[in-house]
């Protein structure tokens, strides 16, 4: 499949992500979309007269010509929505880009990716609580995901580097420039564990609207939000909001009652739209991690509990035969025990560090 078709598809005009992944579903690839006739295109729902009328071909073929240049140049990395190495989480998001361009060498699909965004305005509270979040993350190889802009994003970015953690920042613009310029020194630093992501070719300027749309990105490709400290107003809330509709976790740090940079994390929490979170064992909790090091044959993990009740017992033995987590309604089954008394005796055996409850309504034992 030819790249430059692939770019020219970003390329021409009044066709967005939506339209374009339509266009190369109906013909069977980029390359097939510029080779049909216009009139060919009318069958595909969405596109009409006007939209064809628009759509200049041999312009979008000659910018991309421009653009591969850039891309051979700078060693970029192309990756169309029907790569292997796309962001799968990202790519079954309905908004997604149709294609992005990358720099370094980061895994885009690695098995644990986690998102932080906050404030610009970052307080010494906001910036320690990044500190300590990005430090505790190491045992858990974890990809960190941020928006590189000042504040929260950067301190997240610098961390990662410290710690030799991954990360990737997604820019609001093309890869020819940095915004805002005091962070090319990380960007660069970033390059050797992570990398940069943007869907935005050469010569785009970080315009206003392109944040917004840059966060959908950041949202899409995690398997969490986490937003460290935002105001009511920001694209720390709008990451968040963005998160939700694609049914991903997303945490948020309390902050003081009345500070300005702590009402939106308050808010997100206050509304059930994030859950607490006071440090990484949270977040490992709630989304099932392991530590490297804890990655040990059950048999090895975990003494056998002598003050079990007969129906907590019944329940242990259960989650011992099947080695995978099980679901509350299997159990319910498998146990032959009313659904409130086994709810009542998950609870106590959670309490007392038995048994682990992961998302979904699924168990296994510590």
Known sequence: MSILHQVALTFIKNIGPTLAKSLVSYFGDAEEVFKVSRHSWMSVPGIGEKRIELADMGAALVRAEQELKFIEKNNIDVLFYTDSGFPKRLKNCYDSPVLLYAKGNANLNSQRIINIVGTRNATEYGKELCRQLIEELQPYNALVVSGLALGIDVTAHKECVKHHISTVGVLGHGLDRMYPSQNRATAEKMLENGGLLTEYPS?????????????????????ATIVIEASIKGGALITAEIANTYNRDVFAYPGRIGDEYSEGCNFLIRNNKASLLTGAADLAYILGWEKADALKPISEQFVLPIDLSSDEQLIFDILQQHKAPLAIDDLTIKANIATSVLAMNLLNMEMAGHIRSLPGKMYRLS
Request: hydrophobic letters at 35%; a negative charge; zero cysteines.
């Open 203 to 223: 010569e785009t300027i970080p315009d206003r609207e392109n944040f917004p749309q840059r966060n959908r990105i950041v949202a899409g490709m995690a398997d």
